[in-house]
């Protein structure tokens, strides 16, 4: 059974830094792409970045620059570094990882970013 799990979220001033960390397992991390979504208060689900298996990243406009989507196979672990963060990001953010057809996805963590 595949499970993600989010951690490293939390509340920044805006200027700040957060690393969100994506624990996976119960499959072969190396062979999947995976990506950092999120969702801010009453808006739709929105993908941040993503990054596959091969290390072809990429951003959303509103992050490139700012934001830096990484993968540690041997971890098992994805990363996603946010500097210069604004309050704009605040949000819930959520790990994803494709197996096969099918997305899998993390429980979310909220981050927070006060101006």
């Known amino acids: 059974q595949v499970q993600l799990v989010e951690s490293g979220g939390g509340v920044v001033q805006a200027g700040g830094s957060l690393r969100l960390s994506c624990a996976a397992s119960?499959?072969?991390?190396?062979?999947?792409?995976m990506g950092w979504y999120r969702q801010a208060p009453g808006k739709q689900r929105e993908l941040v970045a993503a990054v596959t298996s091969g290390g072809r990243t990429n951003y959303a406009d509103s992050v490139k620059g700012r934001f830096t989507i990484s993968r540690d196979n041997a971890k098992n672990t994805g990363y996603l570094q946010m500097n210069s963060l604004k309050p704009e990001d605040t949000a819930v953010y959520y790990c994803?990882?494709?197996?096969?057809?099918?997305?899998?996805w993390g429980q979310g963590t909220q981050v927070t970013v006060s101006s």
């Open positions: 994803t990882s494709a197996v096969g057809l099918k997305l899998y």
């Open positions: 119960g499959t072969i991390f190396s062979t999947n792409a």
